[in-house]
């Protein structure tokens, strides 16, 4: 098995081109009410403000970002024993972002993306790493959020509300799953059941016990994510949308977290209409706010095709796959 073959087993499958068919038509439902909300003469003439180069830019940013965020991952799949060598991680998160434009909200390229690395008892630890890897940017995006609103006082209840339910999920959820295995007897599932739930409870807590690789995640995702923020404040700076840092800030990763809801295609239509919300209540005009998305969305595209074609393209050059013990083993 290459490491894209998930990929490919996952689109030749019929049962989820049915449910891919049902989500481009949410999808697509979405972004009319969107764009009709935007006014669709307002939404042209604000697309047409933002210059190619500035939108090259925001690709380019993008891709540099995701290549960050892979070594990231491959940083914690480490700490749990599942070793991968750099062009492995960067080929697999690259499957990753591909399955995104197909697949429920911003979580479903995860799967694929595990899966491109998973092979023979070594699912458990890979799981685990990325299990991790998602609520630590969950949590990154959570504090970003908590940041803008410090900085833009005075901000609605329900903004802190939300901010503080998703830290609060990110960190005592785990800890308390952690804690329920540490005790659970395992052993008394059935065979193969109690297999891979032993597994993930060994790889938990190997990753438990390395603190350091999680708070350097954690500090690479601020970084990865903050950039992300920058990215969008510019883009929608040059489509003319006067909003502060701080704003963004504090919009930006909630509509992004807004967009993990398995509603639509890779969160599109979700983000823009949870985004003109966001910033409207900051004065900016709702066709601004959708344009701004949209172009965020299409550099998405872009980054996630092109990952997607590279991942296919060398997987034939590596067979690979990770393992214990196998590759470079730098945590």
């Given amino acids: 098995m290459t490491p894209a073959s998930p990929l490919r087993q996952a689109l030749a499958?019929?049962?989820?081109?049915?449910?891919?068919?049902?989500?481009?038509?949410?999808?697509?439902?979405?972004?009319?009410?969107?764009?009709?909300?935007?006014?669709?003469?307002?939404?042209?003439?604000?697309?047409?403000?933002?210059?190619?180069?500035?939108?090259?830019?925001?690709?380019?940013?993008?891709?540099?970002?995701?290549?960050?965020?892979?070594?990231k991952w491959r940083q914690l799949l480490g700490a749990v024993g599942a070793h991968c060598t750099p062009l492995q991680a960067l080929r697999a998160h690259g499957a990753g972002l591909f399955a995104n434009l197909l697949l429920p909200s911003l979580v479903g390229g995860d799967i694929v993306r595990a899966a491109a690395l998973?092979?023979?008892?070594?699912?458990?630890?890979?799981?685990?790493?990325?299990?991790?890897?998602?609520?630590?940017?969950?949590?990154?995006?959570?504090?970003?959020?908590?940041l803008g609103a410090i900085v833009i006082q005075p901000v609605r209840t329900w903004h802190w509300l939300a901010i503080a339910g998703v830290a609060a999920s990110v960190l005592v959820g785990p800890a308390i799953a952690l804690r329920l295995l540490r005790g659970a007897p395992l052993a008394r599932l059935p065979p193969r059941l109690a297999e891979l739930a032993i597994r993930l409870r060994d790889a938990a807590l190997r990753l438990?016990?390395?603190?350091?690789?999680?708070?350097?995640?954690?500090?690479?995702?601020?970084?990865?994510?903050?950039?992300?923020?920058?990215?969008?404040?510019?883009?929608?700076?040059?489509?003319?949308?006067q909003a502060s840092f701080g704003v963004w800030l504090l919009c930006w990763p909630l509509a992004k977290l807004v967009a993990l809801l398995p509603i639509s295609l890779g969160g599109l239509g979700v983000r823009e209409a949870a985004l003109a919300g966001l910033l409207g209540g900051f004065g900016v005009p709702a066709a601004l706010a959708v344009g701004q998305s949209l172009l965020w969305q299409v550099a998405l595209i872009a980054v996630g095709s092109l990952a997607g074609a590279l991942a296919l393209v060398t997987a034939t050059g590596d067979r690979t796959a990770a393992s214990p013990g196998n590759g470079d083993t730098t945590h």
């Fill in 13 to 71: 499958r019929p049962k989820p081109w049915r449910a891919f068919a049902l989500r481009s038509a949410m999808t697509l439902g979405a972004l009319a009410v969107v764009v009709a909300i935007a006014s669709p003469s307002a939404l042209l003439d604000a697309l047409g403000r933002a210059p190619l180069t500035v939108w090259l830019a925001t690709a380019g940013g993008l891709a540099a970002g995701h290549a960050v965020a892979a070594m």
């Fill in 118 to 146: 998973t092979r023979g008892g070594h699912a458990a630890a890979v799981a685990t790493g990325s299990i991790a890897d998602r609520l630590i940017d969950t949590l990154a995006l959570a504090l970003l959020a908590a």
């Fill in 208 to 241: 438990a016990e390395a603190p350091g690789t999680a708070a350097a995640a954690l500090g690479l995702s601020l970084a990865v994510q903050l950039a992300f923020v920058w990215l969008n404040a510019r883009l929608g700076s040059a489509l003319g949308i």
